[in-house]
């Protein structure tokens, strides 16, 4: 089994090849091919290595699938005993990924 952790949009993923993941919104068209140098850990087949912070040399391609939004979230403010309600939604925008390979 061969897996490694990224960084992208100041989060970090579990990249595993052949699996699909939402990230952060990225520019790109559905079809394109996305290299990311940002490894901080890499697994394959007991052995392991760790960065400090990154790994040089260490890189994961993936192909964008989609760019979509996802399911809205309510934001609700409300204060008591002052008639204030406000009501709003958010729908974050993100980049469906498959994971290809990791080098």
């Known amino acids: 089994m061969k897996f490694a952790v990224i960084q992208t949009g100041g989060k970090q993923y579990l990249a595993v090849p052949g699996e699909k993941i939402q990230i952060e919104k990225l520019v790109g068209n ?7 140098d940002s490894v901080l850990f ?15 040399g260490a ?3 993936a192909k964008i699938l989609a760019q979509k939004k996802t399911d809205k979230i ?3 403010k409300y204060r008591a005993k002052s008639k204030y309600r ?3 939604g958010h729908r974050q925008q993100v ?9």
């Open 74 to 76: 309510v934001v609700f």
């Open 42 to 56: 890499v697994y394959d087949n007991g052995s392991m290595k760790i960065g400090n912070p990154k790994i040089s």
């Open 95 to 103: 980049t469906v990924v498959k994971i290809e390979d990791i080098n």
């Open 86 to 88: 406000r009501k709003t």
């Open 59 to 61: 890189s994961v391609s």
């Open 30 to 36: 559905e079809g394109d091919i996305l290299s990311f």
